[in-house]
T-cell receptor, first 111, second 114 residues
């Protein structure tokens, strides 16, 4: 039961360009969304979050967009840097605070 | 200023043996979670502890899996009679509480069952 889906297992972009990572969810009760970043041999680290009352949240080079009607969110990284190369997990939680994670997207930023 | 720590970092065991995985959460964090990540899969929720409340065990895949949290701090995940499909990275996370606080993850334990 994949309630949170990241359909692109990998993404490759050139340094300086925009990276767009996508995430879709099926449970309309989800109201809080997070992105985590994971380097090899390390645990995921929190990157940015968004509540369902917003449609955009920005933090430096990272912006998360939420489209509730489409049950879709995306993470934009501008400009992309080689150090951004990692696996990015999308997560969603509901009023019970049950959190579900996507399968992750491996981002490679080429110099 | 330590983060979440887990031990061992790697564990190789034979099918049928029991294993124990340990998690030390961040001091003061009342919520503790166990997840596992199998190859190519997302993070699968296993179990959740919040303070002194009864744990949420809804994610445990079978009765071979159990977990304890002693004194509201250290947690141990035990897998009995391991099977090859138990091979995964087991991640522990903690947060101040469950209410929308971001979770801080440990580095994980990579379990390989031969």
């Amino acid at each position: 039961d994949q309630q949170v889906k990241q359909n692109s297992p990998s993404l490759s972009v050139q340094e300086g360009r925009i990276s767009i990572l996508n995430c879709d969810y099926t449970n309309s009760m989800f109201d809080y969304f997070l992105w985590y970043k994971k380097y090899p041999a390390e645990g995921p680290t929190f990157l940015i979050s968004i509540s369902s009352i917003k449609d955009k949240n920005e933090d430096g080079r990272f912006t998360v967009f939420l489209n509730k009607s489409a049950k879709h969110l995306s993470l934009h990284i501008v400009p992309s840097q080689p150090g951004d190369s990692a696996v990015y997990f999308c997560a969603a939680s509901d009023y019970n605070n049950d959190m579900r994670f996507g399968a992750g997207t491996r981002l490679t930023v080429k110099p | 200023g330590a983060g979440v720590s887990q031990s061992p970092s790697n564990k190789v065991t034979e099918k049928g043996k029991d294993v124990e995985l340990r998690c030390d959460p961040i001091s003061g964090h009342t919520a503790l979670y166990w997840y596992r990540q199998s190859l190519g899969q997302g993070l699968e929720f296993l179990i959740y502890f919040q303070g002194n409340s009864a744990p949420d065990k809804s994610g445990l895949p079978s009765d071979r899996f159990s977990a304890e949290r002693t004194g509201g701090s250290v947690s141990t995940l035990t897998i009995q009679r391991t099977q090859q499909e138990d091979s995964a990275v087991y991640l522990c996370a903690s947060s101040l509480d469950r209410a929308y606080n971001e979770q801080f993850f440990g580095p994980g334990t990579r379990l390989t069952v031969l």
